[in-house]
């Protein structure tokens, strides 16, 4: 399947080996927030580990939420044609995902929520069409981060991103979760939460048995 071209500004690290494809899915309001300074450092340290990346901002899309269409496409895609589209075919392509947001009422965003909610199209034909492709897989990481220190939080976002991923045939592979950050920003000074990015990023820079080639 092959989708729209130059969706997204891409960092290449020049190497004669094949690469793999970080996509990196910013999924906070707020920019230069701790959720996606995180997510940069992972990306910074997945190129340095020679992957290919890519980052998108959620909230720079116009999409609607899942409209529980009654006339559905069998091929997995979604009819409405919006900037849904875009990271649709952005996930599909790229070998690592890391999904990267706050919590907000003891949950994941309403921006990420209504990411996966679009994906409905595509449960329905992996688990009732069939029709997917299930020989390959990818790998995943979820950063999190909230200004509170209840680890039920964390639970229960890691419990829907897990479900998203599994739909989408993702290992979910590694989550950095990082506590009480009340501040824009803060987590600069957490060098642990930091440190975990980048590992999650060289770690989903390598290439694992399984993806695609």
Avoid at 112 to 136: G, H, N, P
Avoid at 178 to 201: P, R
């Amino acid at each position: 399947m092959s989708g729209p071209k130059n969706l997204f500004s891409r960092v290449y690290r020049k190497t004669p080996q094949k690469q793999v494809q970080v996509l990196g899915v910013m999924t906070s309001p707020r920019k230069c927030g701790n959720s996606d300074i995180l997510l940069d450092a992972a990306l910074a340290a997945a190129r340095d580990n020679g992957a290919i990346t890519e980052k998108v901002v959620v909230n720079d899309l116009a999409f609607v939420p899942c409209q529980a269409c009654v006339q559905v496409r069998d091929d997995g895609r979604c009819i409405i044609d919006d900037d849904f589209q875009k990271i649709y075919y952005a996930v599909l392509k790229a070998d690592s995902i890391i999904v990267a947001g706050p919590i907000y009422f003891g949950s994941v965003s309403a921006q990420l929520k209504m990411l996966i909610d679009r994906f409905q199209c595509y449960w329905r034909a992996k688990y009732v069409l069939k029709t997917t492709d299930e020989s390959m897989t990818k790998q995943g990481g979820f950063i999190c981060v909230q200004g509170s220190s209840k680890n039920k939080f964390f639970e229960n976002a890691s419990a829907i991103v897990k479900n998203f991923f599994a739909t989408l045939n993702i290992e979910y592979s590694r989550e950095v979760f990082c506590f009480s950050l009340e501040g824009k920003g803060i987590v600069k000074k957490e060098t642990d939460c930091i440190e975990k990015a980048q590992a999650m990023g060289a770690e989903l820079a390598q290439p694992k048995l399984g993806l695609k080639t």
